[in-house]
Nanobody, 113 residues
Framework: QVQLEESGGGLVQAGGSLRLSCTTS?????MAWYRQRPGKPREPIAT???????NYGDSVKGRFTISRDNAKNTVYLQMSNLKPEDTAVYYC??????????WGQGTQVTVSS
């Protein structure tokens, strides 16, 4: 059973920044950050493959940066210029439906205007 643990969320004013971390119990080739806004379905917003290649959803491109430290089995999400619409629970997991693991608890990000 693969364990996923997110951390780093919190309360921040619009325009602020946060750095999220995701630790995994085993090495995972490709990882993604997801978020679930209030009343909306969970959606992927950033992906990174084993070699560090990244991709971003349009809603976060230019503001968020995904990175990883394979030696630590950790994936990061640097979030800048946060907006109220970024308020969500943020999760990490595999970027492909067929490779999804059990979801972790997620970490809450709340952005005030």
């Amino acid at each position: 059973q693969v364990q996923l643990e997110e951390s780093g969320g919190g309360l921040v004013q619009a325009g602020g920044s946060l750095r999220l971390s995701c630790t995994t119990s085993v090495s995972i080739n490709d990882m993604a950050w997801y978020r679930q806004r209030p009343g909306k379905p969970r959606e992927p917003i950033a992906t990174i493959n084993v070699n560090g290649r990244t991709n971003y959803g349009d809603s976060v491109k230019g503001r968020f940066t995904i990175s990883r430290d394979n030696a630590k089995n950790t994936v990061y999400l640097q979030m800048s210029n946060l907006k109220p619409e970024d308020t969500a629970v943020y999760y990490c997991n595999a970027p492909y439906e067929r490779y999804l693991h059990a979801w972790g608890q997620g970490t809450q990000v709340t952005v005030s205007s």
